[in-house]
């Protein structure tokens, strides 16, 4: 099972051909930068992930649907039990796929990749837990690799301090503090009145020294304000804010929930891969539809003619992307080695940072961008796991 952003794919019988890997490799790559173009637009347009799940969903739905038609492929597994994990598996996959939209609204690009790309260490976890699979060393040293890049890529403020960085905007306080400054017009509040008065601050140009002082404390006073009205609107912590740990719980909850779907789909016996897929996208459709119809401002159930003929465009286009990203992945995996399609896929995090900088320019700190790199070669490491070891033992 590998896990994207669009859901499952499900490896059916490999195609082994020295002739296509090429083409592999391509299709291998081409899915990796759609997802990311597609992760990419939907933060920079501010699509709403309600709207966004409903329309990708609705596509891969219907396509899969008339897939399945046409091959006269039964929409119902042969055992109950395989019929509630299917149905299960749905839920949760378009579960996933709104919970990555979501939380791109509250955080970078790059961050919410590395977070979603944890995955396989809550599948190491929940398949511990749930399916009792033995865990062996090589997973569990990549797993604590993956928990130290999650957190120098988060650095929580219990852990990381930036107070020190923070002091650096005090230099403005001087200004402030500068009594004779300050004080330079209350000093002659005994004679304002008087017209004498008022003609020596036009010859001296005290006026003008005392416009400027009230001036440069009035913007001062306004930006302290905004700032206080910020901190206690928003409950800003040092370094991220609260909105930002909202983000990290959305992604670290898409990386849960795809990991729970590899679970359940590893439990499922009687059912194709085209299946899946396609309960995948009425999960999607179904959670989408209710959750509109809890949002009173959902312009989808509410007010559907408020959408433009544009932003339905843009959501057919993303829509369409991904599904064309999933496809060429899936096609990917009979070509070439399934270590080979993770280890491109890892190559999103790369990508999702060089568009976050050079487009949105949000720069990462050091730190962040060592918690990403150590999160990237975590996820190469468990895909070689097989590959290396066999290597290491055939010595």
């Keep these: 099972?590998?896990?994207?952003?669009?859901?499952?794919?499900?490896?059916?019988?490999?195609?082994?051909?020295?002739?296509?890997w090429m083409l592999g490799w391509f299709l291998a790559i081409i899915s990796g930068v759609l997802f990311t173009a597609n992760n990419f637009f939907v933060k920079y347009l501010n699509?709403?992930?309600?709207?966004?799940?409903?329309?990708?969903?609705?596509?891969?739905?219907?396509?899969?649907?008339?897939?399945?038609?046409?091959?006269?492929?039964?929409?119902?597994?042969?055992?109950?039990?395989?019929?509630?994990?299917?149905?299960?598996?749905?839920?949760?996959?378009?579960?996933?796929?709104?919970?990555?939209?979501?939380?791109?609204?509250?955080?970078?690009l790059g961050d919410a990749l590395t977070l979603v790309f944890t995955e396989p260490l809550w599948t190491i976890i929940l398949s511990k837990?749930?399916?009792?699979?033995?865990?062996?060393?090589?997973?569990?040293?990549?797993?604590?690799?993956?928990?130290?890049?999650?957190?120098?890529?988060?650095?929580?403020?219990?852990?990381?301090?930036?107070?020190a960085e923070m002091n650096t905007t005090a230099i403005s306080d001087p200004i402030e503090n500068n009594t004779a400054i300050n004080d330079l017009s209350p000093a002659f509040n005994v004679s304002e009145d008087s017209t004498i008065f008022n003609k020596i601050k036009d010859i001296s140009g005290i006026k003008y020294v005392e416009k400027y002082v009230?001036?440069?404390?009035?913007?001062?006073?306004?930006?302290?304000?905004?700032?206080?009205?910020?901190?206690d609107n928003n409950d800003e912590l040092p370094g991220h804010g609260v909105k930002y740990f909202i983000g990290v719980a959305l992604a670290l909850?898409?990386?849960?929930?795809?990991?729970?779907?590899?679970?359940?789909?590893?439990?499922?016996?009687?059912?194709?891969?085209?299946?899946?897929?396609?309960?995948?996208?009425?999960?999607?459709?179904?959670?989408?539809?209710?959750?509109?119809?809890?949002?009173p401002d959902n312009r989808i159930v509410f007010n559907?003619?408020?959408?433009?003929?544009?932003?339905?465009?843009?959501?057919?286009?993303?829509?369409?992307?991904?599904?064309?990203?999933?496809?060429?992945m899936t096609r990917s995996l009979q070509l070439i080695p399934p270590t080979t399609v993770a280890v491109l896929r890892a190559l999103e995090i790369i990508l999702a940072y060089i568009s976050q900088g050079a487009v949105m320019g949000?720069?990462?700190?050091?730190?962040?961008?060592?918690?990403?790199?150590?999160?990237?070669?975590s996820v190469i490491g468990f895909a070689m796991e097989e590959t290396l070891l066999s290597c290491y033992n055939c010595y």
């Design 304 to 328: 559907v003619g408020s959408i433009g003929l544009d932003e339905w465009l843009i959501l057919v286009i993303l829509g369409g992307s991904g599904l064309i990203g999933y496809y060429s």
């Design 47 to 108: 699509v709403d992930a309600l709207e966004m799940l409903l329309i990708r969903s609705g596509l891969q739905t219907i396509l899969i649907m008339i897939g399945l038609i046409s091959t006269r492929t039964s929409f119902l597994p042969p055992t109950l039990k395989d019929r509630i994990l299917v149905i299960l598996q749905g839920i949760m996959s378009g579960a996933r796929v709104f919970l990555q939209f979501a939380c791109l609204s509250f955080m970078p």
């Design 129 to 163: 837990i749930i399916l009792k699979i033995n865990i062996g060393w090589w997973k569990m040293m990549f797993g604590l690799f993956l928990v130290g890049g999650m957190v120098l890529c988060i650095q929580p403020p219990f852990l990381f301090n930036p107070a």
């Design 214 to 231: 009230q001036d440069v404390n009035r913007i001062l006073q306004e930006e302290r304000k905004e700032e206080d009205d910020t901190n």
């Design 253 to 295: 909850s898409t990386a849960v929930t795809g990991a729970l779907t590899n679970v359940i789909i590893a439990k499922v016996e009687g059912a194709s891969s085209s299946l899946m897929v396609f309960y995948s996208g009425l999960g999607g459709v179904v959670l989408a539809l209710a959750f509109s119809f809890m949002d």
């Design 362 to 377: 949000e720069i990462p700190n050091l730190l962040a961008i060592s918690g990403s790199s150590i999160v990237m070669f």
């Design 1 to 20: 099972v590998i896990g994207t952003s669009f859901g499952p794919v499900i490896l059916p019988d490999a195609i082994n051909s020295s002739r296509d």
